[in-house]
């Protein structure tokens, strides 16, 4: 699953892996972003495409249509988010980019519990595929996005059986164009998504579980893990 990540460098520095050459309506910021702990039920900056350019707007994190009478969901399974009642129109017409640096998953072991930051072996930005409720300028209450998710394998499963689907960044562009078919996005998810040999984790401190710390010192590496 993915329920915490980081997004704390500048948008520019996100953008500039993949759309220098695109037309965008994302106003200049220098500033970074700054978010250590995204958490669910929070606005996130959200990167999708509507009228031909490229958009990034504050989204809640979490999904739940009129008829749904439980908590909001966060995550969709990549296995069956095209296909079920719940997320196939969201695959078809809300297909989405978060923007991360990396995410954080616990470790388990009966009662002990270790929280580790997964990132890219390069250290550069990550990029999850999302579905949600488009357009994401025009915000329903609880109908916002998930962030797809696909099985864990080789290490990385050792920390969680799943991990959000990251694309390569030749693939946001095809995976944000509204022209390319609900068939086309599935080829995308399972083609063109980064493998777990890429990714490298360490384990950070406990801080990270409560939403009130937000520091660049939660991504920081600890010698003293439970697990």
Known sequence: MCGRFTQYRTREEYLKEFAD??????????????????????????????????????????????????APLINARVETAATGRMFK???????????????????????????????????????????????????????????VTAASDKGLVDIHDRRPLVLSTSAVLDWLNPDTSSEEAKDIAKEQSIPSDDFTWHPVS??????????????????????
Do not use: C
Not at 40 to 65: E, I, K, M
Not at 206 to 224: F, N, P, T
């Open 89 to 147: 129109p969201l695959w078809n017409n809300g297909r989405a980019i978060v923007m991360a640096d990396g995410w954080y998953e616990w470790k388990r072991d009966g009662s002990k519990k270790q929280p580790y930051f997964i990132y890219h072996k390069s250290g550069k930005p990550i990029f999850f595929a999302a579905i949600g409720k488009a357009p994401y300028d025009k915000q329903n209450e609880n109908e916002g996005f998930v962030i």
């Open 206 to 227: 406990k801080s990270v579980g409560s939403v009130k710390h937000q520091g660049s010192e939660l991504v920081e590496e600890i010698d003293d893990p439970v697990l």
């Open 21 to 70: 050459e695109v037309e965008r309506e994302i106003a200049y910021d220098p500033d970074p972003i700054g978010r250590y702990n995204v958490a669910p039920g929070t606005n996130v900056l959200l990167l999708n495409q509507r009228d031909d350019s490229l958009h990034l707007d504050p989204v809640h994190w979490g999904y739940g249509p009129e008829w749904w009478d439980k």
